[in-house]
Structures are given as structure tokens and as C-alpha cells.
């Protein structure tokens, strides 16, 4: 099973990424910002609440993002390996991670994080705005998202470069070229 995190600031092309990973490897896309989405579109309990926190550029809290890991995970014993996107966003959570797939007999087998530059982040999720109308993608809350990805979720990196899971790719170019990137590293783990 290949268990893969695809990590990096929010813009950096994380979902773009996965889902050419999904379709070259068949692995299973886990995506907490599209769980979220569907929450809230939805309008469940915890939709309302975790639109209050995204919309103030602010992380759903660690349980709640555990719980919704723990249920899919559970509910999907036969596929090939998940691809994260968008968590674990901090220490806490990459630990739960750890525990959550030890339980189900498997690891993480590599954290890819995407490395671009902020000014490029801000470009690209303007662009989104634009394209998909997502009410987040504001300059101030980007900044603000920005910041907290620095404070709470960058210290994830050192996390797994401390277990020798990290691989640093960069993010800049056609998206053609950081897949290129991105298939050479998985491909030595298969």
C-alpha cells in the first residue's frame, strides 16, 4: 500500500496533483478541504462551524478532522494507498495520522511537499477566485492562511523529515513538469 501526503501552502497546486496521482496509480484521493466543502454545502452542524473558521482563515479543530480520517480509512480496506491533501496540517494531527494507519497495518510512505513562492500562492489563488468563485480566496484571508500555514502547519515538514519521509519538490512550472517530479520519487518507493 502507497500512502502518500501531498503537502505545501494552500495554492501551491496540491489538489491539481493528486488528482494526477490518483489516475496514475489508482490510489484513493483524500482531500480534507473537499469533505469540508461538502459539510458545509450541506449545511450540517459541522459545516456551519467549519465555515465560520475557513472563511476567518482559521484550521477546523485536530478531533474533528481525525474523526472524518478515521472513517474513510476504515471504510476503504481494499484500495491501493491514499494520496493526503491537505492534511495532516499540524504536528498533532500527523501523529494521529501515524497511530490511525498503524492500526490498519500500514504507513505513510512519503510526505511530497510542494515548494512555492508566496507571491506565486497569492497569484495562483486570486486566479481561483476568479475561476471558481470560492469566497475564501480574498487577498486578506489568503495572507492570513499564509501565516498560519508558517506557524501551525510548516513544523509537519520537520515532522517527517525527522523520519526520513520528506521529499521536497518544486512546485514551479507547467503542471506537466512537477508531475514529472513528483512520478520520479514515488516510482523508487513502488
Known amino acids: 500500500m502507497i500512502n502518500l501526503i501531498l503537502f505545501g501552502a ?9 488528482a494526477n496521482l490518483v489516475q496514475r496509480y489508482q490510489l484513493m484521493h483524500v482531500s480534507t478541504g473537499d469533505i469540508l466543502r461538502a459539510e458545509i454545502k450541506a449545511e450540517t452542524e459541522l459545516g456551519l462551524k467549519a465555515k465560520t473558521l475557513i472563511e476567518a482563515g482559521h484550521l477546523v479543530p485536530d478531533e474533528v478532522i481525525i474523526g472524518m480520517m478515521e472513517d474513510l480509512v476504515a471504510s476503504h480496506p481494499d484500495v491501493k494507498g491514499f494520496v493526503f491533501d491537505g492534511f495532516p496540517r499540524t504536528v498533532a494531527q500527523a501523529q494521529a ?64 523529515a525527522q523520519q ?25 518507493l513502488a
Open 97 to 160: 495520522l501515524d497511530l490511525l494507519l498503524q492500526r490498519h497495518q500500514t504507513k505513510v510512505s512519503a510526505m511530497l511537499e510542494l515548494s512555492v513562492p508566496d507571491e506565486m500562492v497569492i497569484e495562483r489563488l486570486l486566479l481561483r477566485k476568479e475561476k471558481e468563485g470560492r469566497s475564501d480566496d480574498n487577498i486578506e484571508t489568503i495572507n492570513h492562511r499564509l501565516k498560519v500555514y508558517r506557524t501551525q502547519t510548516a513544523p509537519v515538514s520537520e515532522y517527517y
Open 10 to 18: 494552500p495554492g501551491s497546486g496540491k489538489g491539481t496533483q493528486s
Open 164 to 188: 526520513g519521509n520528506l521529499h521536497l519538490v518544486d512546485g514551479t512550472g507547467r503542471v506537466e513538469e512537477i508531475s514529472e517530479r513528483l512520478y520520479q520519487i514515488i516510482d523508487k
